[in-house]
């Protein structure tokens, strides 16, 4: 048997993150992934014609500095989207807005008087996210720490966020756990503006806009804005597999060993401690420390032996909420398609199909009793194909949709076409050649997402992202630190803090949790 | 008649009564004016038909804090609470669940329809209570201001934290996540039959214009749960006479300490002069003069109505523009010539006695509210019916009832317009097919029925929105920041204006907390001794 | 219209909320007291006619009581030995087929839940028998194993004969292989025809059995026991009884000495088993159990946690709830389950006491009782001695075979 100083589960953005990390120490790291590449849920995929792409993420809206900077990234040409990245909210019956990068600083679409009102509110959206940014590179709290400290901690970050102001500290405090149609209704006017806000505080996340606490998810997304590198998201071509790449490469070069092809099947565990993992091709590793990058359910409903698991975190992984609700539509386009009397498509630009507040809200309302959407809101990114294949020339249309549930009452045969062509036919309605140009298109589900991509529930972020499982309660409390109750394994998928598209954080703060635990 | 008074209580709602004891038994000459012709606000009984009382707003006595009752004297002044004995849930089936208050029948009928939720029931109960003991002891209290440097939010502050403190990690970790969930995630942990959750969701929504999936709602719940802290006998229960009987008793010890109480008295004006109250001047032109005024009335009519903008800054005027106070319940008061029949439920089981719901299921639940999102009246709505008469007599003669119908949801307006007759009518109708469904023949006993929509509420106890809390119970509108960031004290921006409504902390339901609380905080003001106040009782 | 569904047994729940053991009408039959209580859901008995006499009968003939409102879960599978494992502090791997285990288990903090016994049926066929309800407790820890778990509360009854003549009286009813039981066994026979379980067992340090049998036997078996029993001096007990006699073993009752940790409201009520004095029965050489992790750490953490210690006082006044001193000025705990012991003639105590290692402390503690005599009580300050349980050491418990009275 093969012993390794650490295998890591998984070869997702932050399995990648924490091997080479752990690598670079010194040890020897083997990453075990199940499917045939690395890159997880945003790894290439051939999708059509032998021409490959990310299936899953087409833009990131950026990752996470600090990962950037720990790891050397730099030098391996990672794609980012120099210009920013505009969002146009399409609307049918008004005009577009044009939501200008860096979330809003210009908007063109707006009367002035709202564009003002737009900059007080945008002010604080962006102060008050200050506060996530500074929790987000942090080792939450947890319960094997001594309380004393962290909880001194905590409240120095209160006073500190008091001393910038009482007006501000005073908001902060009533604003934390609102919803964001409430903030948005007290300020604004425009239906679209007020779409665009309630749509990218709410995507991926199992809330509507008039639910308590969806203005976090809001917080949440300008946080990480806020913190990636250099502020800039990837590029809408290619970033993405260029980061998942220079992550590899960063792998590779530290000395990590991958193997392919191989899927874990259960740890080995003696006595509470973690000896090492079986593949299911029979094959076994050891090593003193297992890292998962998996989400947390299936790490200790899967590979755990419930044998070697209390009932009260059993009972609590049971409980977590980790269905998936949003799907991912990806069409091949002859051409670039037209607007209809409004300029060319951008393909550096996300257009955005959340035409009011009501619209992402009664969408919602179908999710919760697990429906399709009457009329789904999703957002939308162009890119032209540059690759070798045949496809040479064409477009890619990557089309997220929010509001997609994991399992429907209904049966998904007969309905996934449906909402593919409920999808089509709303571009349909503002690029009228959208239908003819489109060479294939595909789908994938939630539940399909899991099944492809061994994630359960098929959530993007593992589980829930909500008030209730941030911080030290994400996943569990007794899971916060990364650190598990069997001894050796550790966690740092997204379903751990921060969590989040590929910001890569929780890969990084659980590399700095090992590397400070457990000697070689 | 005297024109000069110490105080002035706008309003004569349970807890404008409440606050008016306590200040006029600190020897303070207090003047309650009351714009209605009957006393009460939402606390009242009023006949409507010959003979039949109607507690017509309000309908159970659950969170009106003992020791209010005990200073107040209010049994002596002839308050009575009779304690509950069931209530029910009707199943689409045929079936129902009800619930006793012997311990051992309510879960022999949980067993009847899960044997596993029968059992975690003692556990969720056990969570739940350590809920409640964290946060009774700060109903009582004025809520610190965290952005206050004062030495007496400081040490409030200081004694959150020690409360806070005393926790274990993991106490601390349920703590948070139970204030931030919804109640239906809640309840997933706990229970797998669909009946038994809707049967406990019931708590986390009524009042709320929120349904049982969003986040925050399992808080609410404890709300509503908080009179059973160690087993306070008693605590949930029929006032006997309705709800009227509270501010009848109140009224009563008001009176006796000296106490001026005028109805037929609308306030129009506060009457302001250089950043002070001088008094208040009256619709009918009457002017009552006094040093300090509290406000009964939401922060909304209190400061967008009864105060002229200019005396107030305009970033105030703008936050309680943004407080968020939204009627979600309507009701639908039944006088009945007989007692309707239950076919599922038999004729001696005292289930019928306590509150009936006909919801069993948390999506039914959710779907009601979506209806109300949308700007409209559930089309399956949400009761919370009540059959006082069955254990009170004193409120109809023999044989017939009053029948008390909460309905959520139902919002103040109807597709952004006013409420018109047909739409009152379609609503009333609703309420009753959904009855009728599970009770043959019922139609045929209605005597007299009342319709309130949050409009009636609004224009008739002056709640705005019709809203029965004073607005939403939201974490952004709790504690510190009810209602006002900064003025979450009963103090206004005006020397002399204070508040005392459920928009103060700890809000809503006939708690008479925030009366209590405020009546401490204008005795300070005053420099006028408060120990004829209890502290809240302690919990050990 | 909503049609009303067929009525079963739904309205016995509000009319008659307590459930009756199939043995109800013997017993009812035998009270003149009526002193009942509610035991885990059931109308229990706590004196049937005179304390005193129920007590005497457990130690010097033969006592009959009802253990029915006991829950009886039944525990099978391939699998069933693992999930006891995980489940409880015990290895269970070393319980041989056809012996009960006094056992208990725990949550993630080492926190016990409850305790109780383990009857091991067959090789995949065990039984536990606990004071409080577990349903959910036990599904959710079996998720994962290949194991059944079946509530046998409302379909299995028992009853427990304790007391010197309770083998003659089994010898008498024909049971063979009474003679060869030894304690803490058990086997599975016949009493005119109807299957029953005995094992030798009960809550009382004395010779005793319990008989567990399906319900529809019960009649039929508790007439055969009651005839054979009329010469042995066979008498039907109620719970006061009961338990004179369960705290002169020294034996501990959840929620009443310790509280259960699935009951606490308040965090710093729950115990470790080595806190109940059962340390014991905690095998850290076995595998992963719940709490596991918790009990070892706190192994190591030497605080001065509350424990549960027997204690006899000078005196002869009972000092149930009393508060017990050191140096008689500081509090040091509480008195948990007290009786002035007829057999052992003196006044003894379970307690949960906070002390420190030192031994200076445990040879000056002090009880404080308020001993009411016609409506004036005397204030005492009592001596505590420390003492090792049980109260009284029978050596007909474990004799085997048992001496025939």
Not at chain 2, 359 to 376: N, V
Not at chain 2, 406 to 423: D, H, L, R
Not at chain 3, 235 to 249: D, K, P, Q, V
Not at chain 3, 300 to 305: I, K, V
Request: charged share 25%; aromatic share 10%; net charge neutral.
């Amino acid at each position: 048997m093969k012993s390794y100083d650490v295998i890591v589960i998984g070869a997702g953005h932050n399995g990648l993150i924490v091997a080479s990390k752990l690598a670079a120490s010194g040890r020897s790291v083997l990453l075990l992934e199940a499917s045939e590449t690395y890159g997880g849920m945003a790894r290439s995929e051939v999708l059509f014609e032998g021409f490959q792409a990310p299936e899953l993420a087409s833009n990131a809206v950026g990752i996470s500095k600090d990962v950037v900077k720990d790891l050397g990234l730099n030098k391996y040409e990672l794609l980012f989207n120099e210009d920013g990245l505009k969002t146009v909210g399409l609307s049918l019956e008004n005009d577009s807005i044009i939501f200008g990068s860096d979330f809003g600083k210009n908007v063109k679409g707006i009367r002035e008087d709202e564009f003002k009102r737009w900059k007080e509110l945008r002010k604080k959206f962006f102060n008050q996210s200050h506060l996530f940014q500074k929790l987000a590179s942090q080792i939450p709290v947890g319960r094997n720490q001594k309380t004393f400290g962290s909880k001194a901690n905590l409240i120095v970050t209160a006073a500190k966020l008091r001393l910038q102001g009482k007006e501000q500290f005073q908001e902060l405090l009533r604003m934390i756990t609102m919803c964001t149609a409430d903030l948005v209704e007290e300020e604004l006017e425009t239906s679209s503006l007020k779409g665009l806000i309630s749509f990218d505080s709410t995507l991926g996340i199992k809330l509507g806009p008039r639910s308590p606490t969806s203005y976090l998810g809001l917080l949440y997304k300008l946080s990480q804005m806020k913190s990636s590198y250099e502020e800039k998201s990837l590029s809408i071509s290619g970033g993405v597999t260029s980061f998942i790449n220079a992550l590899f490469k960063s792998a590779e070069e530290n000395g990590v060993d991958f193997v392919f092809k191989s899927k874990v099947s259960s740890l080995t565990i003696l006595d509470s401690v973690a000896k090492g993992v079986k593949l299911e091709n029979g094959v076994e590793y050891s090593a003193k420390t297992i890292v998962s990058s998996i989400s947390p359910v299936n790490t200790f409903l899967d590979l755990v032996d419930l044998k070697n698991l209390e009932t009260d975190l059993t009972r609590r992984i049971k409980a977590l909420r980790y269905s998936g609700n949003t799907s991912k539509l990806n069409i091949i386009l002859e051409d670039l398609p037209k607007l209809n009397g409004c300029q060319n498509l951008d393909t550096n630009c996300r257009y955005l199909y959340a035409p009011s507040l009501e619209s992402v809200e009664s969408n919602f309302n179908f999710l919760k009793y697990n429906q399709l959407p009457a009329d789904p809101n999703f957002e939308m990114y162009f890119s032209e194909i540059t690759s070798e294949s045949s496809l040479n020339g064409a477009v890619m249309a990557s089309i997220c949709i929010q509001n997609t549930p994991y399992s429907l009452k209904d049966d998904w045969k007969k309905s996934k076409e449906v909402l593919m062509n409920k999808v089509i036919s709303t571009i349909q309605k503002w690029a009228p050649e959208f239908k003819k140009s489109i060479l294939y298109k595909s789908l994938l589900l939630p539940h399909e997402t899991e099944k492809k991509y061994f994630v359960a529930g098929g959530h993007w972020h593992h589980n829930e992202l909500q008030i209730d499982s941030l911080y030290s309660l994400r996943p569990t409390f007794d899971l916060s630190d990364y650190s598990t109750p069997i001894d050796g394994l550790f966690i740092c998928g997204a379903g751990t803090h921060p969590g989040g598209n590929l910001f890569g954080l929780s890969g990084l703060n659980a590399a700095k949790k090992i590397l400070r635990e457990s000697s070689k | 008649m005297e024109k000069n008074f110490d105080v002035i209580v706008i309003g004569s709602g349970h807890n404008g009564l409440v606050n008016a004891c306590y200040l006029q038994k600190a020897g303070l000459n207090v003047l309650v004016l009351e714009k209605n012709d009957w006393i009460g606000g939402a606390a009242v009984s009023r006949e409507l038909h010959p003979g039949i009382l109607y507690s017509n707003c309000s309908y159970v006595c659950s969170l009106f804090r003992p020791e209010i009752m005990r200073d107040l004297e209010l049994p002596k002044h002839g308050l009575q609470i009779v304690a509950i004995e069931g209530g029910t849930v009707f199943t689409r089936d045929g079936d129902y669940l009800a619930s006793y208050r012997n311990y051992h029948a309510k879960k022999r009928e949980l067993e009847r329809f899960s044997v596993k939720d029968s059992e975690s029931y003692s556990r969720y109960s056990r969570d739940i209570l350590k809920q409640c003991r964290f946060i009774q002891p700060l109903l009582m209290r004025t809520a610190p201001d965290p952005a206050s440097f004062k030495f007496r939010d400081l040490s409030e502050m200081l004694y959150l934290l020690r409360k806070v403190n005393d926790l274990t990690a993991s106490e601390l970790a349920d703590t948070v996540r139970f204030w931030t969930m919804s109640i239906s995630d809640f309840l997933d942990e706990y229970f797998e039959n669909d009946v038994i959750k809707a049967s406990l969701a019931v708590s986390g929504i009524i009042g709320t214009a929120l349904g049982p999936m969003s986040p925050g709602t399992a808080y609410v719940l404890l709300h509503h749960y908080m009179g059973e802290v160690d087993g306070s006998i008693g605590a949930w229960g029929y006032a006997r006479g309705g709800m009227g009987a509270i501010s009848k008793a109140l009224t009563s010890s008001f009176r006796a300490m000296g106490g001026t109480l005028l109805n037929n008295s609308e306030v129009d004006k506060v009457d302001i002069r250089g950043a002070r109250v001088r008094g208040v001047i009256l619709k009918n032109g009457d002017e009552y003069l006094a040093k300090n005024i509290v406000s009964n009335a939401d922060v909304k009519r209190t400061f967008l109505k009864l105060t002229d903008p200019e005396h107030l800054p305009p970033n105030f005027i703008k936050k309680v523009n943004n407080f968020k106070i939204r009627g979600s319940s309507g009701k639908v008061n039944i006088a009945l010539d007989s007692m309707p029949k239950f076919p599922s439920v038999s004729e001696n089981n005292p289930c019928l006695k306590g509150d009936i719901h006909f919801t069993d299921s948390i999506e039914r639940m959710e779907r009601a509210y979506d209806d109300w999102k949308m700007g409209t009246w559930s089309r399956d709505p949400f009761l919370d019916m009540m059959i006082p008469t069955l254990t009170d007599p004193t409120m109809a003669p023999p044989g017939k009832h009053f029948m008390s119908c909460f309905v959520q949801y139902c919002p103040p307006k109807v597709g952004g317009q006013n409420w018109t007759k047909e739409n009152k009518d379609a609503f009333g109708e609703t309420v009753i097919q959904q009855i009728a469904d599970y009770s043959p023949g019922f139609r045929e006993k209605i005597l007299h029925m009342e319709v309130r929509t949050p409009k009636e509420l609004e224009d008739e106890v002056g709640l705005t929105e019709g809203n029965i809390f004073q607005g939403e119970l939201t974490f952004d509108q709790l504690l510190f920041n009810r209602p006002i960031p900064g003025y979450a004290q009963y103090r206004s921006p005006i020397k002399g204006l204070y508040m005392c409504g459920s928009s103060t902390h700890p809000g809503g339901g006939v708690m008479g907390a925030p009366g209590r609380n405020a009546a401490v905080e204008i005795l300070n003001d005053l420099n006028l001794p408060n120990s004829d106040i209890r502290d809240a009782y302690e919990v050990l | 219209m909503i049609k009303s569904k067929e009525r079963k047994d739904r309205d016995t729940t509000f009319s008659k909320p307590l459930f009756r053991s199939p043995f109800y009408d013997f017993f009812a039959a035998q009270e003149t007291e009526g002193h009942w209580y509610n035991w885990n859901g059931y109308k229990s008995p706590t004196i049937l006619s005179d304390e005193e006499l129920e007590y005497f009968s457990i130690r010097s003939t033969c006592s009959v009581f009802d253990i029915t409102p006991l829950n009886k879960y039944r525990i099978i599978g391939p699998q069933a030995e693992d999930f006891l494992n995980k489940l409880t502090v015990r290895d269970v791997a070393k319980q041989n087929v056809a012996t009960v285990k006094y056992t208990l288990w725990c949550d993630q903090e080492g926190f016990v839940i409850d305790d109780g016994t383990l009857f091991r049926i067959s090789d995949n066929d065990f039984r536990l028998c606990s004071q409080e309800k577990h349903l959910p407790w036990l599904i959710d820890t079996s998720c994962g194993f290949d194991v059944e778990i079946i509530d046998e509360t409302k379909h299995f009854c028992g009853i427990s004969l304790q007391g010197p003549t309770s083998a003659s009286i089994l010898r008498l009813l024909g049971v063979n292989g009474i003679d060869n039981l030894k304690p803490f066994h058990l086997f599975q026979t016949k009493i005119s025809n109807m299957p029953i379980m005995i094992s030798r067992t009960g809550f009382t340090g004395d010779l005793g059995y319990e008989i567990f049998m399906k319900n529809n036997a019960a009649n039929e078996i508790i007439e055969k026991v009651w005839a054979a029993g009329t010469n042995h001096g066979l008498t039907a007990i109620g719970y006061n009884a009961l338990n004179m006699a369960r705290i002169e073993a020294g034996f501990i009752v959840a929620n009443i000495d310790f509280i259960s940790s699935d009951h606490a409201i308040r965090a710093n009520r729950c115990r470790r088993p080595e806190d109940l004095g059962l340390g014991w029965l905690v095998d850290l050489n076995k595998g992963f159990f719940n709490g596991k992790k918790a009990i070892v750490n706190s192994k190591l953490a030497n605080g001065t946690a509350f424990k549960i210690y027997a204690l006899e006082i000078d005196g002869k006044e009972p000092v149930e709830g009393s508060i017990i001193y050191y140096n008689k000025k500081d509090e040091v705990g509480t008195v948990t389950s007290a009786i002035w012991s007829p057999v052992a003639k003196k006044s003894i105590a379970l307690a949960q006491l906070e002390l420190g290692p030192s031994k200076s402390i445990l040879e000056n503690l002090w009880v404080e009782i308020y001993a009411l005599k016609e409506l004036q009580y005397y204030k005492l300050m009592k001596k505590v001695t420390i003492v090792k349980p049980p109260f009284i050491n029978l050596a007909r418990r474990f004799a085997c075979p048992p001496v025939n009275y």
